[in-house]
């Protein structure tokens, strides 16, 4: 699909800023369909521990270790009561394990000491556990609950500053930005979508502008473009 460029006045105007976002959730859409987190889950409980081994591993790893784990912890009082050495060992191949363990028992009491082990549906009971950021939160609400969230992770950080969509560097600065410019019912798709896109195309090392689908509608890459 091809539209034509934007005008640096058009890009200002709030009717072109909402054409923008429409035009990058539609042609990413289409490069990324059924975009969602690739780690595997069937309860919130479930992707909150996933989501607290993914830190420095790969979602494919994280994927490998939670199928046994999970059928062997199914609760949050089933971690927060584990032997710590051995929830260490089993979850092991995610590296920083022991920080891990630590951590996945931390969150855990907390969950069943104030919440009879279930995972809050609300940002800021969420953003209340043990060791939980926004970003951690809303993956949580949007993947597990259907509840609309921005996760700005480092992929969505990086593509907001060079797409232009926001110039600041605080990842909560970053998502109240995002929140202000794409429409609620998209605050999920929109994220994984950039995220898929920065781990593809547009990597932290080196953006492969002359394969991007979304050139024209990036500061960076048209200001590339008119270089090249
Ligand atoms: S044009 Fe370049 S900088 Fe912009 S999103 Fe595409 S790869 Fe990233």
Redesign the pocket.
């Known amino acids: 699909m091809r539209v034509l460029p934007l005008s640096k006045e058009e890009m200002m105007s709030e009717k072109a800023r909402e054409k923008r976002i429409r035009d990058i959730i539609k042609i990413l859409g289409k490069e990324y369909p059924g975009a969602r987190t690739a780690l595997e889950f069937s309860n919130p409980l479930e992707l909150l521990v996933a989501t607290v081994l993914s830190a420095q591993c790969t979602d494919e790893r994280v994927n490998k270790v939670t199928r046994s784990l999970f059928k062997k912890y199914r609760s949050a009082r089933d971690y927060a009561e584990a032997d710590l050495r051995q929830l260490e060992e089993d979850i092991r191949p995610t590296g920083f394990y022991r920080n891990k363990a630590k951590a996945i028992k931390g969150l855990c009491s907390d969950l069943s000491e104030r919440f009879h082990g279930e995972v809050p549906r609300d940002l800021d009971q969420l953003v209340s556990l043990k060791g939980i950021g926004r970003k951690t939160a809303n993956l949580v609400l949007g993947e597990a609950f259907g509840i609309p969230g921005i996760v700005v992770d480092t992929h969505v950080l990086r ?1 907001s500053q ?2 232009g969509l926001s110039k600041n560097r605080d990842p909560v600065k970053v998502e109240f930005d995002l929140m202000e410019i794409v429409p609620k019912k998209h605050w999920t798709l929109f994220s994984n979508l950039l995220i898929l ?1 920065g781990r593809n ?2 990597t932290a090392r080196k ?3 002359d ?2 689908e ?2 024209r509608l ?4 048209v200001q ?1 473009k008119k270089l090249s």
């Open positions: 593509l060079r797409i896109h195309v547009c953006p492969m502008h394969r991007c979304i050139l990036c500061d960076e890459g590339w």
